[in-house]
């Protein structure tokens, strides 16, 4: 798996990993890890895409830097909507008959 004999092993250097990291006080959000369904090597994303099978139609293996990164294409919100995404206004509303009884 990573090359430990042991679960301890692994939470050891896990807690490790993650205290250097926060600790460096450099850390930031990085895409590729946070936008990505996969990260890794080619042949990892591309099994991670066949596994998906039909849930990963239209999504992209493409190259990052020093790794590859299964992903959703992206599209921009609104490019569609045109005017439609204007003041609703007046037209859209309903008076509703409302009796006390």
Known sequence: MVGVESYDQVRHYHKGWVEEYVGDGNNRR????????????????????????????????????????????????????????DDIGPENRYYWDVYDE
């Open 30 to 85: 990085e895409e590729k890890w946070t936008k990505s369904i996969a990260v890794g090597g080619k042949a990892f994303v591309g099994s991670v895409k066949t596994l998906l099978g039909t849930l990963a139609k239209g999504r992209n293996v493409s190259e990052a830097a020093e790794a590859y990164q299964l992903r959703e294409p992206s599209a921009l919100y609104g490019s569609h909507f045109g005017i439609k995404n």
